[in-house]
Structures are given as C-alpha cells and as structure tokens.
C-alpha cells in the first residue's frame, strides 16, 4: 500500500510540482519571519561580503542546479536514432542513443558507453569488435575487480547467468553514494 502511495508521490509532476511550490514558499516565509534575527545575530558577524552578494552566489547556484538537472536529465530522454541498412567498415561506430536496423558491421569497433541505450536488430559482424567507455567501462572494471575476489565471484557469475538468460534485476533505489 505504502509503496503505491509513493510511487504516486514521486512520479506524478503535479504533486512534485505543488511540493516544490509549497516547500518554496514555507523557506521564503521562514526567511521573512526570522530575517531581522537571522541578519543582525549571525549574518552581520559571520559573513564578511555583502549580503546581496551571499545571495546572489545562493540563489546562482540554486537555478544553475535546476537548469543543469533539466538539460541533463532531457539529453537522456532524446529520441532514439534509427539507422538503417548501412555498411560499417573499418571505422569507430558509437552506439549511444541509436537503433541499427539490417546494418553491417564488416572490421568495425562498436563503442558502448553506457550513458543510453542502444538497439541492433538483424544485423551482421564481420571480425568487428565491442569496446566500451565512460560508465560502460566502470562496470566492466568493476565486475572484474569483484570476479579476481573469491567472495564476490559467485555474484559476478549470477550476474552473467541473468545476462544470459534476459533476466536483468533493476534498484529501485537512485540515491547515488559518493
């Protein structure tokens, strides 16, 4: 129950918005109410630039970080690239954000880099080869780090089992740690 509760919560863009909004508003509120304490019993002897600048510098950093996460999170919601019946030769191919359709791939290196998906559907490799970079290659650094250790082995080989079998267990959890 609790879990649909905040599925709905978290996905829907009207309840983020309103919360965003009311959250918004309750801190410029708070801020008006305590702004003569604020300003006169900690700002005035902490705080050796101009205030205006102090939130300047704030409220920069605040509408920068909306407007990077915005354009960050819209590059990887781009529409997919269809690329179809092309012949690859020797050359570097980079698969991010694209669907090959009946290609050929005849001495090609395939770049994967994790930072979208990719889709190849009917097509033929001719002595080319998969390299990866970027997050991609972190992965695979990882798992052989984890692989060279007796204890994390058996996962890796889970890992590989659930690849190979189509099975690809997703966290639901984004928090990212670091």
């Not at 918005?17 to 003569?36: E, P, Y």
């Not at 097509?123 to 080319?128: K, L, M, R, Y």
Request: glycine share 6%; hydrophobic share 45%; charged share 20%.
């Amino acid at each position: 129950m609790f879990k649909g509760i905040s599925e709905f919560l978290t996905k829907n863009p009207i309840v983020i918005v309103v919360m965003f909004i009311f959250t918004f508003l309750s801190t410029v509120a708070g801020l008006m109410v305590s702004w003569d304490d604020l300003y006169r019993d900690y700002l005035s002897k902490t705080v050796t630039i101009p205030i205006w600048l102090a939130l300047f510098f704030v409220l920069s950093i605040f509408f920068g970080w909306i407007i990077y996460g915005s354009r960050a999170r819209s590059n990887r919601e781009k529409p997919i690239e269809i690329i179809s019946g092309m012949k690859f030769g020797v050359e570097r191919v980079f698969a991010s954000g694209k669907r090959f359709v009946s290609c050929s791939f005849d001495g090609s290196e395939v770049v994967i880099d994790g930072e979208r998906s990719f889709q190849m559907d009917t097509c033929e490799f001719n002595a080319s080869r998969f390299t990866f970079s970027g997050s991609a290659q972190n992965t695979l650094e990882v798992l052989t780090v984890f692989y060279q250790t007796d204890a994390f082995r058996p996962i890796v080989e889970s890992t590989l089992e659930n690849i190979k079998s189509g099975r690809h267990p997703i966290s639901t959890y984004s928090k990212k740690i670091g």
